[in-house]
């Protein structure tokens, strides 16, 4: 099953002309779990991947630069005739703040439903676990977890035909347990083999949940809102800097970090630069980037930039533009 990251906006509080406000698009089969909704969030989608239809939406906290475009995509939904209900989750708070918002977005008709998690709280999904992980950062905050089930180990099916088993229903025997002509599953069935797990912090300081939930995580995508010369606001804000998110990677031997929730004062080479001098599988996504993570058998994890017509190099006949004199 395919399982990308798709980085609509990787912002700090304020978007910049490069990047926009924070939102993570979580696509993994046929879902489509969005965390973070920034203002501007379904334009983004819009003008890249498209405004799907998603499965979860889940909000990390409630400080306004995560949340403020959550009214206009649930009344875009309903505009585009969508039927599919839709469930949005957050910290405690999170369905007041909504109710509260009613009259923007009124009553929709495909069925919404907010929860208010607590700590440590699982949704399941299928053969996924979504769980919220606390992190600091100066009001009640939830980074999370995404935890796919093990897979059963890999059949041999060619052992299975010399120890005298018929291919057919009797292999789909043996796949689910069951002892055949004398022949066990533990002698034609590989060891358990591992889901992938992906954490996503939200606005944190540097916190032991957090190398707690990701350890051994196939990629940990950890806010990096300053480089280390700002350490100190990033204290006095409940952030952290690039290092510091560096060694929490390296802390919890995660396969790949990425670095998000850059201020503005910032382009991104500095942060990316930093943070590798203490975890090397560091990258900084731009907005409409994407990590792909193959099943760990398959290989590493990937950042695969956008393409895109303003980011292409001009075609060798083209002229460059002439400044008026």
């Known amino acids: 099953m395919d399982l990308s990251l798709f980085f609509a906006g990787t912002a700090g509080s304020v978007p910049s002309a490069r990047r926009g406000l924070p939102a993570l698009l979580i696509r993994r089969g046929s879902e489509r779990i969005l965390i973070d909704c920034g203002e501007g969030t379904q334009r983004q989608l819009v003008r890249s991947v498209g405004l799907a239809d998603l499965t979860d939406i889940f909000l990390t ?8 475009g959550l009214p206009g995509m649930l009344k875009s939904f309903e505009l585009r005739d969508r039927e599919k209900p839709l469930t949005v989750h957050g910290p405690p708070g999170t369905s007041a703040l909504l109710e509260r918002l ?6 929709p008709r495909y069925g919404l439903t ?3 998690l607590e700590p440590d709280e699982a949704i399941r999904r299928d053969d996924l676990e979504i769980v919220a992980i606390s992190v600091r950062h100066g009001t009640t905050a939830f980074g999370y977890a995404l935890v796919e089930d093990a ?3 890999r059949f041999d099916a060619e052992l299975a035909r010399r120890l005298g088993v018929t291919p057919g229903p009797d292999f789909g025997r043996l796949q689910r347990g069951e002892t055949v002509e004398g022949v066990s599953p533990e002698q034609v069935v590989g060891e358990e083999r591992a889901g992938r797990k992906v954490v996503v912090t939200g606005d944190t300081a540097p916190t032991d949940s957090v190398v707690v939930a990701a350890h051994g995580a196939d990629v940990l995508v950890h806010e990096a809102t300053f480089a280390h010369e700002d350490a100190a606001r990033a204290a006095a804000t409940g952030h ?6 560096a060694q929490v990677a390296a802390d919890a031997e995660v396969a790949m970090l990425a670095l998000t929730h850059l201020s503005s ?4 080479h500095e942060i990316r630069d930093e943070a590798r001098a203490v975890f090397a599988d560091t990258e900084v996504p731009r907005d409409f980037d994407t990590i792909e993570i193959p099943l760990p058998e398959r290989g590493a994890p990937q950042l695969v930039r956008w393409e895109s017509p303003q980011r ?3 075609p060798p006949s083209a002229a460059p533009l ?3 004199a």
Request: glycine share 8%; proline share 11%.
């Open 102 to 107: 009613r009259p923007v977005y009124g009553r």
């Open 61 to 68: 906290h409630l400080h306004a630069d995560h949340w403020l």
């Open 114 to 116: 907010i929860r208010d």
């Open 151 to 153: 897979r059963p180990g």
């Open 322 to 324: 002439q400044s008026p």
């Open 312 to 314: 292409q190099p001009a």
């Open 265 to 268: 004062r910032y382009a991104g």
């Open 240 to 245: 952290s800097t690039a290092r510091q998110a």
